[in-house]
Antibody
């Protein structure tokens, strides 16, 4: 069974750095893309980017390019999302999700439980 | 850039049929996907490739797509179906992911 387990709640201050994680199991980590999705308080889902752990090929949404870094560690089958300098507007729940990706399809079939990030100014 | 548009809210009585629509110029070219998100929970995939259900999703949930509109239909509505529903597709290149703004379904 596919499992994605995310790291716990983070409370940070503006300007601080942060790296959250998404530990996967139950499938071949290197042969599926993993994506990150943001959900700001009371708002909808926003796609941030995806990574292919097999070769670390990464694609960012234009809205998040340069704002975050997505990475993957094959040895621990874990994906990461990191910020170098947080802003209050980064306050949100962040979800990782496994991506089903073919020539005509890209969607998320299994999701992590979410990581709440709260940034105070 | 492409967008997906959903009505903000829909209210339906128990036992009735709810229809949630998603409009976008990309939909004639790309598949639609649907997710259910209950309060405090992660999204769950309901429909993929316009009309296919993952294993474990009840038959009450169905999807269709025609022209620029994709529709999620929930028949025999139950109180537990009260949730936010999001459509998703990809841009013309198939690379970038698009989400609709979400529809809050209230079971009266």
């Amino acid at each position: 069974e596919v499992h994605l387990v995310q790291s716990g709640t983070e409370i940070k201050k503006s300007g601080e750095s942060l790296k959250i994680s998404c530990k996967t199991s139950g499938y071949s980590f290197t042969t599926y893309w993993i994506g990150w999705v943001r959900q700001m308080p009371g708002k909808g889902l926003e796609w941030m980017g995806i990574i292919y752990p097999g070769d670390s090929d990464t694609r960012y949404s234009p809205s998040f390019q340069g704002q975050v870094t997505i990475s993957a560690d094959k040895s621990s089958t874990t994906a990461h999302l990191q910020w170098s300098s947080l802003k209050a507007s980064d306050t949100a729940i962040y979800y990782c999700a496994r991506v089903i990706d073919t020539s005509m399809m890209r969607y998320f079939d299994s999701w992590g439980q979410g990581t709440l990030v709260t940034v105070s100014s | 850039s492409y967008e997906l548009t959903q009505s903000p809210s829909v209210s339906v009585s128990p036992g009735q049929t709810a229809r949630i629509t998603c409009s976008g110029d990309i939909l004639p070219k790309q598949y639609a996907y649907w997710y259910q998100q209950k309060p405090g929970q992660a999204p769950v995939l309901l429909i993929y490739q316009d009309n296919k259900r993952p294993s474990g999703i009840p038959e009450r949930f169905s999807g269709s797509s025609s022209g620029t509109t994709a529709t999620l239909t929930i028949s025999g509505l139950q109180a537990e179906d009260e949730a936010d529903y999001y459509c998703q597709s990809t841009d013309y290149s198939g690379f970038d992911v698009l989400f609709g703004g979400g529809t809050k379904l209230t079971v009266l």
